[in-house]
């Protein structure tokens, strides 16, 4: 086995764990969304106590996405062709955006919750 083959495996292992670990991310955000929009649900009917909780599942679906994007660097990080860029560049303008779309949405909901906390 020659060290480029070496790196190329260490590199595919490393790409694994990296996705994985933004899959659970992701994966460990909606359940949690998801039994707190249940129990709060039920105890409160009201739209506002939906807000946090939109919150915090922006926050793992935002962290998730940038474990994604790590994942898709390091599989170009040995050796990659010119179609490999070009896929990475694609990849990273996408879920770069959906980053800032969804970071931008997360400061909306955190000033409207905070403009709502000083009028209580």
């Known amino acids: 086995m020659d060290v480029d083959e070496v790196l190329r495996q260490g590199d595919q292992v490393l790409v694994a764990v990296v996705e994985v670990a933004g899959a659970l991310i992701i994966f ?14 039920l105890r409160h009917r009201t739209a506002a ?8 599942l922006g926050r793992f679906l935002t962290l998730g996405l940038e474990f994604q994007l790590a994942a898709d660097i390091l599989r170009t990080a040995v050796s990659p ?7 990475l560049a694609a ?16 400061g909306q909901e955190q000033r409207q919750v905070g403009e709502e906390a000083r009028r209580s």
């Open 49 to 56: 106590v939906f807000t946090p909780i939109r919150l915090s």
């Open 81 to 87: 062709t010119f179609d490999q860029i070009g896929q």
């Open 91 to 106: 990849i990273a303008t996408i879920r770069t955006a959906l980053n800032y779309f969804l970071g931008r949405e997360i």
């Open 28 to 41: 460990a955000g909606a359940v949690w969304a998801a039994v707190r929009f249940l129990v709060e649900g």
